[in-house]
């Protein structure tokens, strides 16, 4: 028993160092940008096969840095909590399909937009439902603390709909639909989009849309000397093409906003 | 869906395991320890210490382990004044908040073992002569333990799943590489793919505590 314990604790010990050497290597230097990103956020940022980050949000990121002059390092947080990491210090940018909204701005400081993007209803292929009134008395499902509910709430359907269900992501929205719980679900046309082309006769998207909305990148409110250096970046981008470089790798277009 | 599949979403998952391996032992070797002083500060004859002990189980006990990781995460950096220097890296946190509130039910379960053992005990070493000091770690100690240690086992595998919350302060562990996976390609194989992986975790886990009560068996 005696020997087990201190095998134990010598064992954690040696974890324990470890831990705090593999920490020190990832102490945060003045010029590294370290960017809160949702790595379940296709295609704007998600693991690849080898479970590299990916994404046009990651490429477009790398490339602002470079301008700057500074490395990223691309921190996964739980979406949920994003406003939390960037006021307590953790992050320095939220980066991935940000949405600018009026709530958020009084939260962060935003970049001007830079990528259209409008929240959409998705319902399966067969579903009768064709326009934004059919979905009366159905029941909708979004992701949670995303802007697809902003964009519900401010949608006069609201009050007709018989229930909201929120979920943690996308695909358990999906899924979701796809069992039959859900009528209907909100969700970026961007995402969907991305879907689609994953499972291609499962879902449409109604032709009328919610609400269109714009990404931005959210920093630290009284961080506006980081603002102002990261805006002249992305101006800059979008001067010398880069931007359009990595829409098209994307989307296969030029989406960028100028 | 094919194996070829199932294999190729394995590694991320496995990296993502060595977190979750990671901060169960951590864990699990220190909450044990500090679980077990937590009892004896329970049981204390002076009552400012017993009633603190208590006090602090009922907190740990009473809120949600979720609530408490977010608390030392994203709470502490924002108390005025000295919060700027309370932001802990996010493993240390998460382990922070693990030890803190998995010690509060080992000291629950510890006590339930003391309580278990028979007045006899006590009364017979004290016929045998025994000091207080050696009917505690000869008598009491070692039956206490082997009282306790199918709710250690219990427990021990309760932590292997709360494991799952640390991604909530932003730390990849097993399941959130299945999330990813599962958002990437479309499919919730790498759902069952990461039960698998907690089934043969806990499977260990299990077959270990089985091998502690057999050798620790005193009839």
Redesign the interface.
Known sequence: ?KRLAIN??I??SV??VF?ACS?NSKDKKEDTLII?ID????PMG????N?EIVGFDIDYAKAAAEKMNMSVQF????WK?KE??L????IDLIWNGYTITDERKEKVLFTNPYLKNAQVVVTLANSPIAKLDDLEGKVVGLQSLSSASDALDNSPIKSKIKEVTEFS???LA??DLKSGRLDAVVIDEIVIDY?MT??QDSFKVLNESLAPEEYGIGVKKGNEALLEKLQKALDEMNEDGTAADISEKWFGENKVLQ | MSLDYMLSILKPMLEGAQATVLLFLIAIVVSIPLGFLLTLAIRSSIKPIAWLASCYVYVMRGTPLLLQLLFICFGLPMIPGIGEYLVLDRFVAASLGFILNYAAYFAEIFRGGLLAIDKGQYEASQVLGLNKWQTTTRVVLPQMFRIALPAVANESVTLVKDTALLYAVAVPELLHFAQTAVNRDFTIVPFFVAGIIYLIMTLLLTALFKWLERRFKYE
């Open positions: 028993m134990l604790v064992l954690a974890f324990f831990a920490n809160g790595d379940k956020f296709a998600f693991r690849d096969d479970n921190q996964p947080i739980d909590t939390s990491e006021s307590s210090g953790r992501d996308n695909v999906l899924n879907y994953k499972e």
